[in-house]
């Protein structure tokens, strides 16, 4: 699970930052979270890949759906002819329509718009699911967790075939897939060999938002949590009134989660010169990695464990 930054500026683009969008590519699938002006050409500059078939629209202020427009003709001249699923807060059907057929646009493959609630999943993948969570902003708005499945156990080879006897083969797969085999004139079950569901990966991305109880529970364990972190406390109270939130705040989401990582995004052009007061704040206040991501930068999401053991049995 690849993570690229496309966008960390907050309300409007600066010369090194440009407005909202994040990119997550899971082994091909590629689902683009928000999608602020310009956010194709960030896509080519950091070779993600065109081929997305889901957009993830946390609510429609300008910042995070200003480019939807160009996207969207882009992929007609380029005759795509997949259809294209854009998921958003209810009550924004209209808002993303006239996105979609901005400049008298007509798209030649299909659109279509998924109004989605709190709580609901959006997108039901077999090794993954992507849900909504409830935010705060000032108008319809939900953010997105990516929670993968468990993963199977790990096999456990040696004793497969120094204890057990059992030689390389399909009787690995079969005993891997929870199947037990029969192997010297006895019943060998999967839990001899096979460990206990080790589990996946979850990922939240809030978009603009008040810290939250919801984000927190969403956010429960998160390998990575990118939230919403325009100020530092100095401007606590405009964080307030724009409904937004400061490192701090983001900071104490993520500790009261036990995430693992958080990515700041959404800074203020007022840090342009100098966004150390955001991360520092939230490093005082949160023990995991915190940073503020520059646009184009990578993150490949690691899983709760090593990752290692992964090989299949076969
Ligand atoms: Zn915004
Ligand atoms: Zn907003």
């Not at 699970?1 to 683009?13: E, I």
């Amino acid at each position: 699970m690849r993570v690229t930054f496309l966008g960390t500026s907050g309300a409007v683009p600066t010369t090194r930052r440009n407005t909202s969008a994040l990119l997550v590519n899971r082994d091909g699938d590629r689902l683009l979270f928000d999608c602020g002006e310009g956010t194709q050409r960030q896509m080519m500059r950091f070779s993600t890949g065109f081929a997305v078939d889901h957009v993830f629209v946390t609510h429609c202020h300008g910042d995070h759906v200003l480019g939807i427009p160009g996207l969207v003709q882009t992929f007609d001249f380029n005759d795509r002819e997949r259809p294209l699923a854009i998921h958003a807060p209810h009550g924004t059907r209209g808002g993303i329509e006239d996105l979609v057929h901005a400049a008298g646009n007509d798209p030649s493959f299909p659109v279509r718009i998924n109004q989605v609630g709190p709580d609901e999943v959006v997108l039901d993948r077999d090794e993954y699911e992507v849900r909504a969570v409830r935010t705060d902003h000032r108008t319809n708005a939900v953010g997105y967790a990516v929670v993968e499945d468990d993963r199977k156990g790990r096999f456990d080879r040696e004793k497969a075939e120094e204890e057990l006897g059992i030689s390389p083969g399909p009787k690995y797969s079969k005993l891997h897939r929870g199947e037990p085999v029969e192997h010297d004139g006895r019943t060998v079950e999967p839990e001899e060999v096979v460990g206990p569901p080790r589990p996946g990966r979850r990922f939240v991305y809030t978009g603009d938002t008040r810290p939250t109880d919801a984000v927190a529970a969403a956010a429960e364990d998160a390998d990575l949590l990118v939230h919403d972190a325009t100020f530092a406390s100095d401007w606590a109270d405009r964080a307030k009134e724009t409904a937004h939130s400061t490192a701090r705040e983001a900071a104490a989401i993520a500790d009261r989660a036990g995430a693992k990582r958080l990515a700041l995004t959404h800074i203020s052009t007022r840090y342009a010169g100098d966004h150390s007061p955001i991360e520092r704040e939230a490093r005082e206040h949160f023990d995991g990695d915190a940073w503020i991501p520059d646009d184009g930068d990578r993150f490949d999401v690691p899983f709760p464990d090593d990752g290692t053991g992964d090989e299949s049995a076969d």
